[in-house]
């Protein structure tokens, strides 16, 4: 089994920074891609940002103020988040695309989700 913690989500004045961490623990033989996704209240979630061995991939609407990275060797995911703004509140999910051994399958987990609240 794998578990995914999520840390760093707070209360942050528009304009603000923040950063996200994830960190997957558990059986893990390797970690495709990893992404943080974010959901709002009464909206569906959606993709902030992902990342592969060689790629990442943002949301149009953070582009040039959120940048993801990670820790290979931690099994860790980050987010770093800038000029911050009221509509980027939600909660925040990591996700991980995890496979326990040579032979198994991919599988897909999820962490709890860490709140994020930009005030105006």
């Known amino acids: 089994q794998v578990q995914l913690v999520e840390s760093g989500g707070g209360l942050v004045q528009a304009g603000g920074s923040l950063r996200l961490s994830c960190a997957a623990s558990?059986?893990?033989?390797?970690?495709?891609?990893m992404g943080w996704y974010r959901q709002a209240p009464g909206k569906q979630r959606e993709l902030v940002a992902a990342?592969?061995?060689?790629?990442?991939n943002y949301a149009d609407s953070v582009k040039g103020r959120f940048a993801i990275s990670r820790d290979n060797a931690k099994n860790t995911v980050y987010l770093q988040m800038n000029s911050l703004k009221p509509e980027d509140t939600g909660a925040y999910y990591c996700?991980?695309?995890?496979?326990?051994?040579?032979?198994?399958?991919?599988?897909?987990?999820w962490g709890q989700g860490t709140q994020v609240t930009v005030s105006s």
């Open positions: 996700n991980a695309a995890v496979r326990s051994s040579w032979s198994a399958v991919w599988s897909d987990y």
């Open positions: 558990g059986t893990i033989f390797s970690i495709n891609a």
């Open positions: 990342i592969t061995s060689g790629s990442t």
